[in-house]
């Protein structure tokens, strides 16, 4: 990765750049069976998608701060990429009620109302897929971004020293800041590129988030992102570790 970024969406920038075709997120779900794996193109490509949805459909600014009531998944990622994209500080479980607009999962959709501007859920079915009957006051995030374009430009440069993630336990970051972490965590771990980093932690924490995207970004590396891994037996695990050529462990 280059010396020069200063926000999650340089690193993206930068990975496009080097390696497109490389993986960057597999995702597990081990309640589900469900295995995701998507390269650098792939993720850009959802992340450009889901950043003109919020800059263009949700009239989203920088700064304007975003209730994201996710699990640890790889659609997830995409929209913690997207806010940064856009200059939006991504409030990963953050009060609704305070919030500018909120991005919520199947099971936060009551709270997730609390929210007086724009509101989108996400079901989180296999491949993307979406809810059989789109729940009442929001918009289903699988219908709305398909249509968007693959190419993202936003209307105002993004500064690398504003706010772009709010989460439990570590406050709140600029996208220096968080770039800067992502870096000595990527370090501490021993992550460099082609690395390979499974983690089964949640999103709740700066740890999971460094640990399950941030960090393996910032090396030139990638992760096997795990939801439910407490489900998988332990030669089940071991395994996984072995098909998905597993470098480093967190979780």
């Not at 920038?13 to 995702?27: E, K, N, V, Y």
């Not at 994209?85 to 999962?105: C, F, K, Q, R, T």
């Not at 960090?215 to 030139?220: C, E, I, S, T, V």
Request: glycine share 12%; hydrophobic share 45%.
């Amino acid at each position: 990765m280059n010396a020069t970024d200063r926000t999650p969406a340089d690193l993206l920038r930068s990975a496009l750049a080097a390696d497109p075709g490389r993986p960057l997120i597999t995702f597990y779900d081990d309640a589900t069976g469900e295995r995701v794996e998507l390269s650098v193109a792939t993720f850009a490509n959802w992340v450009a998608k889901t950043a003109n949805l919020l800059q263009g459909d949700l009239a989203a600014e920088p700064g304007d701060r975003l209730a994201l009531l996710l699990p640890a998944h790889w659609q997830t990622a995409v929209w913690l990429l997207a806010c940064s994209s856009v200059g939006v500080v991504a409030d990963v479980g953050g009060d609704p009620a305070g919030a500018d607009l909120v991005v919520s999962g199947p099971g936060s959709l009551d709270a997730a109302r609390a929210c007086s501007g724009e509101r989108v859920a996400l079901a989180l079915r296999p491949l993307g897929g979406r809810f059989p009957q789109t729940p009442e006051g929001f918009a289903d995030y699988a219908v709305e971004v398909p249509g968007q374009g693959d190419r993202f430009a936003p209307y105002a440069p993004v500064d690398p020293d504003e706010t772009a993630l709010a989460v439990g336990g570590a406050g709140e970051l600029t996208g220096a800041e968080l770039v800067e972490r992502a870096r000595a965590d990527a370090g501490a771990l021993g992550l460099a590129p082609g690395s390979r980093l499974l983690s089964g932690l949640s999103y709740d924490t700066w740890e999971g988030l460094s640990s399950g995207l941030y960090a393996p970004l910032a090396a030139g590396g990638s992760v096997v992102l795990c939801r439910h891994l407490d489900q998988l037996s332990g030669d089940g695990l071991a395994k996984r570790i072995e098909d998905e050529r597993v470098t480093a462990k967190t979780g």
